[in-house]
T-cell receptor, first 112, second 113 residues
Framework: GNSVTQMEGPVTLSEEAFLTINCTYT??????LFWYVQYPGEGLQLLLK?????DKGSNKGFEATYRKETTSFHLEKGSVQVSDSAVYFC???????????FGAGTQVVVTP | ETGVTQTPRHLVMGMTNKKSLKCEQH?????MYWYKQSAKKPLELMFV???????ENNSVPSRFSPECPNSSHLFLHLHTLQPEDSALYLC????????????FGPGTRLTVL
């Protein structure tokens, strides 16, 4: 079956530091890949996505590239802010109903 | 209102109570989803509805009963729950395709005593 593995947190960083969250997946077929973010007390919201190999998703300074050869979709941001403190979820979808398979989530804490 | 709304935001219930969670989407989407988010497990998909028909029941116990009366509304009826059912219940909607974005509501924080 499908699965998503992402690095465990919490990840604690200082403001303006570089952030990487690793995500690898196992899937049949050709999945679409997503990063969702959950701020405290809120539901999830899409951060970025990529639908085919070598696509790069980007939003709010975050980037992730769909790497089919390494089955990875690592999230990066060059300079984090305190407002980036949240839980980040990697996810994939392979079926026509759009069902999402999520990773466990990585909590990121950015300190001033 | 815009987006996906959920009510109530917080719910405390006893094991013998019956309650319902409500989700409403204002996005014109065709598919709606219930997820369970608990501290000890990753996000778990519970149910999927497409055009008001249930297309997925992810081995959820029968004490959880979904209802989708139309494409804008989704309910989760709860009865005789267990303390381990305490969690954040999230509703989402999308157009339903593999690459379509799901839009989530803020969730209902459920505590079962």
């Amino acid at each position: 079956g499908n699965s998503v593995t992402q690095m465990e947190g919490p990840v604690t960083l200082s403001e303006e530091a570089f952030l990487t969250i690793n995500c690898t997946y196992t899937a049949t077929g050709y999945p679409s890949l997503f990063w969702y973010v959950q701020y405290p007390g809120e539901g999830l919201q899409l951060l970025l996505k990529a639908t085919k190999a070598d696509d790069k998703g980007s939003n709010k300074g975050f980037e992730a590239t769909y790497r089919k050869e390494t089955t990875s979709f690592h999230l990066e941001k060059g300079s984090v802010q305190v407002s980036d403190s949240a839980v980040y979820f990697c996810a994939l979808s392979t079926d026509s109903w759009g069902k999402l398979q999520f990773g466990a989530g990585t909590q990121v804490v950015v300190t001033p | 209102e815009t987006g996906v709304t959920q009510t109530p935001r917080h719910l405390v219930m006893g094991m013998t109570n019956k309650k319902s969670l409500k989700c409403e989407q204002h996005l014109g989407h065709n598919a709606m989803y219930w997820y369970k988010q608990s501290a000890k497990k990753p996000l778990e998909l519970m149910f999927v509805y497409s055009l008001e028909e249930r297309v997925e029941n992810n081995s959820v116990p029968s004490r959880f009963s979904p209802e989708c009366p139309n494409s804008s509304h989704l309910f989760l009826h709860l009865h005789t729950l267990q303390p381990e059912d305490s969690a954040l219940y999230l509703c989402a909607s999308s157009q339903g395709g593999t690459s379509d974005t799901q839009y989530f509501g803020p969730g209902t924080r459920l505590t079962v005593l």
